[in-house]
């Protein structure tokens, strides 16, 4: 799947630079999710109960900058590793909680969502959190994309696609062939809406570039 999907985008071009670093980000999203899963099942419910204890106090709007900052300290690594991330993931890279004014409500905003987030993962709710590895995985192939076409690249729709509901823009066919490496399987509409969670956009911002995208099968 990969190779065609490069095939499709490049059009005869070399390829295997790029083939490369796609396989590396892959590798790195499998050894990602493995730590994933031992840090969940390290002492899940204790955790769970710490990050209750952080996220009610965020919740409660009245906690001064001490108390969560105690709060934080209990949290046991893996808790504070999770959120981290997610605060990572919501800030394009540029927040973790260290860097964060506890007396900034925007702030404070960010740190509710990635404690909401962390505790989703220690809570075992199925389908509520896609793995951030996953999520970095499919950034990294969006970066990848751009850098092969120099556009962002296009997602369709059911109801959008002018080809068809089976129809697939080369962005969506390179990031399928991506995912299908991990454990799955990825079904189209799946995939889509993970490119719209990878980049944090609506249906509506790539609905423009469709056609666009769409040409590179011409």
Known sequence: MLV???KRILKGQESGRYEVRLEQAISKAKV?????????NKGSAEQLKLLNNLLKSLER??????TINKRWNALHDAGRIFINRDLKALTQGARTYELLDLDDRSDLAL??????SARSIFAGKPGKTTPSPILDLIRATISIYK???????GISSRELASSGPHYMTPLEELVLAVLSYMDGPYSIDAT???I?????????DFTNVESS?????E
């Open 111 to 116: 740190l509710k969502d990635g404690v909401s």
């Open 61 to 66: 709007g009245s906690s001064n900058a001490n």
């Open 196 to 204: 719209r969670t990878a980049q944090g956009r609506r249906l509506s």
């Open 32 to 40: 990602e999710l493995d730590r994933e899963l031992k840090l969940k």
């Open 192 to 194: 889509r809406e993970l």
């Open 213 to 217: 995208d769409s040409k590179m099968d």
């Open 147 to 153: 850098q092969m076409t120099g556009t962002e690249g």
């Open 4 to 6: 065609g999907a490069l």
